[in-house]
């Protein structure tokens, strides 16, 4: 394996298949081609391998959106391991989705005729990379939200190919979280620049993608963050809010800058299907009966951690807490941890220096028999 200071990265890798994919909705990918990234080396036997899985906006390179936790001497240590980072598909950073080339219409992206993916689907895309890479068991398989959605389902899809599994501020949505999700949806939908999802690469639904982030970020945060960071001063342009019916407050201002700064990088389209696909999230499949679940949890043969965060209240600490105990009542080594934060949601990546020593407590397998405060 490499001794070098820095991480070894060979980033912007492109595998690709020709056969066709058979999707869980039944439809077919002609093709699919998946971006993905590596740190460090993998060793000969090819049994060092982590992947860590990305959030909705997320991409491959892993070391963009969680610098502090990779590298030599950090809980992904590139001097020990090689860690694999892979683009979703339905995404738009080099992965098959809608900017994809429809291969029903030549030099036509699939746009909203991109099928509905669902988390499944994208893990078992993820496994033909690791075919193809020679890994046959993973180390670990590390994500935060969607991404840690994508951890668990490696855990019950392929329980032979995980050793241990790491799902952070993840678990299948509550209402609340199917209502935000609908609402982001409705506000790109209801853009009259969405012309049906055929819209020009150039002319996007912009307002409404960028509305849709902004509800994304109330979810994401916590009423004490925006509290501490905004309270009811006005927006640090000058403006009164007293003034005008558009004069705003500082939080408004913040919401509509993260919009302007977000619609550039992403593409409305996959915003559609991935937050589709974490709708749909649900380890026993669609049959929601305790027992279905309890089949599904006892299919994992991973060491599971699931950390919950205190402030998240679009995946609540509880819940995640909850799918922990379910897991250890089905058999499964499962442990509990939770990060004390403001930051809500974002706690994940927000919270690396209070998440880093949890990461590596469970990859060098140190960690007590059941973590966590009972508490929340």
């Known amino acids: 394996m490499s001794a070098a200071l820095e991480p070894t990265v060979e980033a912007d890798c492109t595998f690709g298949t020709d056969e066709p994919f058979r999707l869980n909705s039944g439809d077919r990918l002609q093709s699919v081609t998946l971006r993905y990234a590596l740190y ?5 036997t090819r049994d060092n391998a982590l992947l860590v899985c990305h959030a909705l906006s997320g991409s491959a390179r892993v ?5 502090q936790l990779i590298g030599p001497g950090q809980p992904f240590d590139t001097n020990r391991y090689c860690v694999i980072g892979v683009n979703t598909i339905g995404s738009c950073y080099g992965s098959t989705g809608p900017l994809s080339e429809n291969p029903q219409k030549p030099h036509e992206p699939y746009g909203s005729n991109f099928p509905l993916v669902t988390i499944n689907d994208i893990v078992r895309t993820q496994a033909l990379l690791l075919d193809h890479l020679g890994v046959e068991r993973l180390t670990a398989v590390i994500g935060g939200s969607i991404g840690g959605m994508q951890a668990l389902s490696w855990a019950v899809d392929f329980p032979e190919r995980v050793e241990r599994c790491i799902a952070i501020g993840a678990a299948p949505l509550s209402a609340m979280g199917l209502a935000l999700n609908h609402l982001q949806r409705q506000a790109i939908l209801n853009d009259p620049a969405w012309r049906e999802g055929h819209y020009a690469l150039d002319q996007q639904p912009v307002a409404g993608l960028a509305l849709a982030r902004g509800i994304a970020l109330c979810s994401y945060k916590s009423a004490e963050l925006f509290s501490e960071r905004f309270a009811r001063r006005p927006n640090r342009s ?8 558009t004069a705003r407050y500082d939080i408004a201002g913040y919401l509509d800058y993260q919009g302007a700064i977000f619609t550039p990088r992403f593409d409305a389209n996959s915003y559609l299907v991935l937050s589709k696909a974490m709708d749909t999230f649900d380890l026993a499949h669609g049959d929601r009966s305790e027992a279905s679940l309890e ?3 006892r299919r994992i043969r991973a060491r599971l951690l699931l950390v919950g965060i205190s402030s998240d209240w679009l995946f609540p600490a509880s819940d995640v807490r909850a799918l922990a105990w379910a897991a250890r009542a089905a058999g499964v080594k499962a442990n509990y941890a939770e990060l004390i934060s403001s930051h809500g949601h974002d706690g994940f990546l927000a919270e690396a220096a209070q998440l880093a020593p949890i990461l590596k407590a469970h990859l060098e397998e140190e960690q007590p028999a059941f973590a966590g405060t009972g508490r929340r």
């Open 63 to 67: 070391a963009d959106w969680w610098p």
């Open 238 to 245: 000058g403006e009164d809010p007293q003034s005008s019916l």
């Open 295 to 297: 089949a599904a949890l």
């Open 40 to 44: 460090g080396e993998l060793n000969e």
